[in-house]
């Protein structure tokens, strides 16, 4: 690009003429503004360089500083290969029926039970267990006034269970499974005894280790089934009974 004097150099440096152009203040056609983007290029770019020098020259004398930090070590297993006794104490609801003609809450009432689940460890996660039940139940409604009327329920069954989290001081579970169940009725000096698998047992609950081999906590139990064994005076067909249960587990882990 030609520039051409608008007036004698030693006159008037503010002008000049650009051909095809009208003549103007040298600030009209500036060239310091594409200066100053040229500094403040190199103003941001000054220190990133830096930094690099210094970081490059940081990594040569200590080569460990940029390492990256250990992974985080897996939470300790709590459950594999454990042998576990696991005490219960609950409150016991009958429901359904004992019979086609008879549901149990005629015949029998709520009461304390008691059991234990001996457990094993086969994972992280998972265990096998062995569950006894043992109830003693209350009188029923239909239990004539003044007399004296009893429940007792016995059951066992075999189940896996489900622990959410390992190696922390609250194990909540779950649990599935099976059993079979016994219930003997007393009402007035006449006893009736029923007897069936339970195809179904749930449980939920979980324990809070107070010591290192010590837990106890809350759990609910759901267990369902059908007396295939009965009275042989009675001309009923079989009919779906549950439990419910309600209580407190103690978990004892010498191994944990």
């Not at 300790?76 to 219960?88: K, Q």
């Not at 009675?234 to 587990?249: E, N, Y």
Request: glycine share 12%; aromatic share 10%.
């Amino acid at each position: 690009m030609q520039l051409a004097p608008a007036a004698p150099w030693g006159r008037d440096f503010t002008h000049f003429r650009v051909p095809g152009l009208r003549s103007g203040p040298l600030s009209s056609y500036s060239l310091v503004p594409p200066m100053l983007r040229l500094s403040k290029h190199l103003v941001a770019v000054l220190p990133a360089s830096a930094l690099l020098l210094g970081s490059a020259t940081v990594s040569a004398q200590d080569p460990g500083a940029w390492k990256l930090p250990p992974p985080i070590s897996a939470a300790p297993d709590d459950l594999s290969g454990h042998f576990m006794v696991a005490p219960r104490v609950s409150w016991l609801v009958p429901m359904g029926s004992a019979d086609s003609l008879r549901p149990q809450r005629s015949i029998t009432g709520t009461g304390a039970a008691f059991g234990l689940d001996l457990v094993y460890g086969i994972s992280r996660y998972v265990d096998v267990h062995g569950r006894f039940d043992y109830g003693m139940l209350g009188r029923g409604s239909d239990c004539p006034a003044g007399q004296d009327c009893t429940g007792r329920a016995t059951a066992f069954g075999l189940g896996l269970g489900y622990h959410l989290v390992n190696g922390a001081a609250f194990d909540p579970w779950l649990q599935a499974g099976i059993g079979y169940r016994m219930i003997t009725f007393d009402q007035a000096g006449t006893k009736q005894t029923y007897g069936g698998l339970e195809w179904l047992h749930l449980a939920i609950g979980g324990e809070w280790y107070a010591a290192r081999w010590f837990g106890v906590g809350p759990y609910f139990a759901l267990d369902v089934g059908q007396y295939s064994s009965r009275p042989s005076d009675t001309q009923a067909d079989s009919s779906i009974h549950s439990f419910l249960s309600l209580g407190m587990r103690g978990v004892i882990d010498p191994a944990r």
